[in-house]
């Protein structure tokens, strides 16, 4: 069992580790090998500290186990979270000397617990888009088909775990960024509500919309890295799929979607309906103009911030973040405010189907990870920008703060993931991914590993 | 409301203050050549709808409050 744990999820790497099976050092080593091996095609790693992973995998290995089940795990983290005496870069030429003089809050929550930091990931430049290209560092590909998009912009800490080179990595997640990239990669991506897991030590895109996420192979991954994460940490009263409501939305979340997806999301639901969860239509806002509110907070609040950078350093930004920093310039304060106040609109809307429902599933994409290059996608006859494909079912629910996981249910006939999305009432993060855990646990549903030979 | 003009967006930035894009940046907002923002009238236009729908005295968006 001890001999490829890479692709084990951490439930069971710790035992292992308790057991004394394996030692948090040989551990690394198993992953340090693939890295050697596969750093350069994953794209995955814009720096890596193996030398001081190896220090602390030593330590933890000299001691008695402290009980954590993050203890001597290996993990990385989106090249926007500062680590001490390394650079963050933001995936940008222009903070090449960018060296952190502290970690990240939640570097040193998961350093607390344990886990082992290995290195930075790659990412869309500084996260503004989510196809995850990047001229400088490369595009990460997909695990499961290396002319497709990892997708972004947490590509590198998608294509990271998605490769075995780490058991979880962090990322941000603004408009799907995190949940986005692990859907198309076979993970399962995790968002909580609104500013329980602390960006101090991120650089920021979007203060309004930014979540810090996490991108493991399982929800109970998923719930192990966030216990370690937030504070006020509260176990999941007992969850039950039998007499579950599950809520699912009339218009938008199921339309434009390929067929297959659809497929797989259906047969996800009729194994529910069989675990004794009853199904409701709900209706959600509009989301004729989300997108454009969205854009109007995210420009001017991305401009905000990397205005310190321009005056010096302007010509180091890529031609495209560019362009978007000049229209945040554009936009009329009223218009900005304006648009904060329709994301207060749409919150309460939200928190008005959590009356009368649990949970909300959606699939996770319209579509399965696009080619590498391609501007546009073909959905259900309609031609779409990838990245708008990517995450036109995630980004509402940045708005709107509420905790959303993504996870695989299913493989398209192109040989690539298939995944769902569920969405929580606000701050109960727990309750959600304690019923993802669930229904990981009872689905008939197996994805195969990818094959990277 | 009239399509956005070239020199309104460069009477902003020499007048109103703020980053010294170039014209040619300026230029792409309301004349895409590169296909990089393609969107910016679109976003305008959407933006006037928006303006025109009464939300009354709902406040912005802040924090979530905890449970």
Known sequence: ?453 | MKKVQQQTLIGMRDQLGGYAWQDAEISELVDPKLGIITGFQDLLDQLEVLRKIDLQALPPAGDIPGE
């Open chain 1, 1 to 453: 069992m001890t001999d490829s744990l890479v692709f084990r999820p951490i439930t069971e790497m710790a035992t292992v580790l308790r057991n004394e099976e394996i030692g948090a050092a040989q551990l690394l080593r198993q992953y340090a090998e693939r890295i050697e091996r596969l750093a350069d095609s994953s794209k995955a790693f814009i720096s890596l500290d193996l030398e001081r992973a190896a220090d602390k995998a030593a330590a933890i290995d000299a001691q008695a186990h402290s009980g954590s089940q993050l203890s001597g795990i290996p993990y990385a983290c989106k090249d926007l979270f500062d680590v001490q005496g390394m650079v963050t870069t933001g995936g940008s030429k222009l903070l090449s000397d960018n060296v952190a003089q502290q970690d990240a809050e939640v570097v040193r929550r998961m350093d607390r617990a344990g886990a082992i930091f290995i290195g930075k990931n790659n990412l869309h430049e500084f996260a503004y888009g989510a196809t995850g290209e990047n001229e400088i560092f490369g595009t990460p590909p997909n695990p499961y088909d290396p002319t497709r998009l990892a997708g972004g912009s947490s590509s590198g800490s998608a294509s990271a775990v998605g490769y075995g080179l780490c058991a979880a990595a962090l990322g941000t997640d603004t408009g799907g960024s995190v949940r986005a990239p692990a859907a198309l990669c076979g993970l399962v991506g995790f968002k909580p509500t609104f500013g329980r897991i602390s960006t101090e030590g991120v650089i920021p895109y979007s203060w309004t919309l930014d979540h810090v996420g996490t991108l493991t192979r399982t929800a109970a991954d998923a719930a192990i890295l966030f216990e370690a994460l937030v504070p006020g940490y509260q176990k999941s009263e007992a969850v039950r799929l039998d007499g579950l409501t599950i809520g699912i939305p009339e218009a938008f979340f199921f339309e434009r979607c390929d067929r297959e997806i659809l497929d797989s999301v259906d047969h996800l639901m009729n194994f529910l309906r069989h675990a004794g969860a009853r199904f409701k239509p709900v209706a959600m806002p509009s989301m004729e103009y989300t997108r454009t509110v969205s854009l109007t907070v995210q420009m001017p609040e991305a401009l905000s911030y990397h205005n310190r950078y321009l005056e010096q350093r302007g010509e180091l930004y890529s031609q495209d973040f560019r362009a978007g920093l000049a229209l945040g310039q554009c936009l009329l304060a009223e218009q900005y405010i304006r648009a904060k106040r329709f994301i207060e609109s749409y919150r309460r809307d939200v928190n008005a189907v959590f009356d009368e429902v649990d949970t909300i599933l959606t699939p996770a994409t319209p579509a399965i990870a696009p080619l590498i290059g391609a501007v546009e996608v073909m959905v259900d006859g309609f031609a779409e920008p990838a990245g708008n494909a990517i995450t036109r079912y995630t980004s509402f629910f940045n708005m709107t703060g509420h905790p959303a996981i993504t996870f695989p249910c299913g493989m398209h006939s192109a040989g690539l993931p298939i995944a769902a999305q569920l969405v929580g009432r606000h701050h109960a993060d727990e309750a959600l991914l304690e019923t993802t855990r669930l229904i990981e646990q009872a689905y008939d549903f197996v994805l195969p590993l990818p094959d990277l030979k």
